[in-house]
């Protein structure tokens, strides 16, 4: 079984800027795509950000130019390094990572418990 567990969350001031891990945890698997969702009170779920085993970006384009996901895939982590955010970013922010495990090359959809990113103006 593979868990995901996030951190980096919290309240900061419209300019601000906040850095997401999520941390991929588990035994006999590989990661494949990863990348994060935001889901503000009311809204729908929504793809921030996406990002491949080979480096490949994706961005929402409410967020480009603004915040930047990474990897590190011998840490099977991912970051979102979030820079000069507004009020409208406010939302709980998911990660969501592709696993494969090795024993059955089954696919599955992995996603974190989530944490909370609140933009005060």
């Known amino acids: 079984q593979v868990q995901l567990v996030e951190s980096g969350g919290g309240l900061v001031q419209a300019g601000g800027s906040l850095r997401l891990s999520c941390t991929a945890s588990g035994s006999r698997f590989s990661t494949s795509a990863m990348g994060w969702y935001r889901q503000a009170p009311g809204k729908q779920r929504e793809l921030v950000a996406s990002?491949?085993?080979?480096?490949?970006?994706t961005y929402a384009d409410s967020v480009k130019g603004r915040f930047t996901i990474s990897r590190d895939n011998a840490k099977d982590m991912v970051f979102l390094q979030m820079n000069s955010l507004k009020p409208e970013d406010t939302a709980v922010y998911l990660c969501n990572v592709g696993v494969v495990l090795t024993l059955t090359f089954t696919y599955r959809e992995v996603w974190g418990q989530g944490t909370l990113v609140t933009v005060s103006s």
């Open positions: 990002i491949t085993t080979g480096g490949s970006v």
